[in-house]
């Protein structure tokens, strides 16, 4: 199975809503990443997860918050957001890399679109 | 990312032509990925490159990293309309920090 999947693939709310996005792989990678994309625009990385523990936060608004409650799943949890944060939220996983960062290559799922109104 | 520099931004060819994408880094390079992406969906991945002078092909698709590891280019020959889309390439930085090129928009008019 080298599936990464993302649920839902589309999601609209409001700016005092509460909603979760959720993505599982199978693949036994211990690294699993977040991206935000916005449209004509490549993919930024929000933050990664490595042995279940965030290692990176790229400066990410706390109005974003992720979760790893295990080795298979990535949650973002998404509270009071902007308009300007619909986009396109991939999510990746890979194995973990050595010293050098090299790790082979990442995994993406379809994405969940998100607009917020 | 300001890492990786891609060129061009966008290209139109004609179905059958061949063109060059490039990608350039301000860093030495571990290892330089190769995505694909259809609008508005997820990415699938091409190849990667990890030794300098390394060459691999897929289909009509081959993809170089130079010698000194800081530049990668990805050829497509023959472009067909099932090659449209969108072109990145990426590498990683830091310790699991994977960051995209500007990305290349490629039309194919058949």
């Known amino acids: 199975d080298t599936e990464v999947t993302q649920t839902p693939k589309h999601l609209v709310m409001g700016m005092t809503n509460k909603k979760s996005l959720k993505c599982e792989q199978h693949?036994?990678?211990?690294?699993m990443y977040w991206y935000k994309q916005k449209a004509k625009k490549p993919p930024e990385l929000m933050f990664v997860?490595?042995?279940?523990?965030?290692?990176i936060n790229e400066s990410v608004p706390s109005r974003f918050s992720p979760e790893c409650p295990n080795s298979s799943l990535l949650n973002l949890h998404l509270h009071a957001l902007q308009p300007e944060d619909s986009a396109l939220y991939l999510c990746?996983?890979?194995?973990?890399?050595?010293?050098?960062?090299?790790?082979?290559?990442?995994?993406f799922g379809e994405g969940s679109r998100l607009t917020v109104l | 990312s300001q890492e990786l520099e891609q060129s061009p931004q966008s290209l139109i060819v004609q179905e059958g032509k061949n063109l060059t994408i490039n990608c350039t880094s301000s860093?030495?390079?571990?290892?330089l990925y190769w995505y694909k992406q259809k609008y508005g969906e997820g990415l699938i991945f091409l190849m990667m490159?990890?030794?300098?002078?390394e060459e691999k092909s897929h289909e009509k698709i081959t993809a170089k990293l130079d010698e000194k590891k800081q530049q990668s280019s990805l050829h497509i020959t023959a472009s067909q309309p099932s090659h449209a889309g969108i072109y990145l390439c990426?590498?990683?930085?830091?310790?699991?920090?994977?960051?995209f090129g500007s990305g290349t928009k490629l039309n194919v008019k058949p």
């Open positions: 990746a996983s890979s194995q973990v890399g050595l010293a050098g960062g090299d790790t082979g290559e990442l995994f």
């Open positions: 997860y490595s042995y279940e523990k965030l290692s």
């Open positions: 860093k030495t390079l571990y290892g």
């Open positions: 990426g590498a990683f930085y830091n310790f699991n920090k994977f960051y």
């Open positions: 490159l990890q030794k300098g002078g």
């Open positions: 693949m036994g990678h211990r690294a």
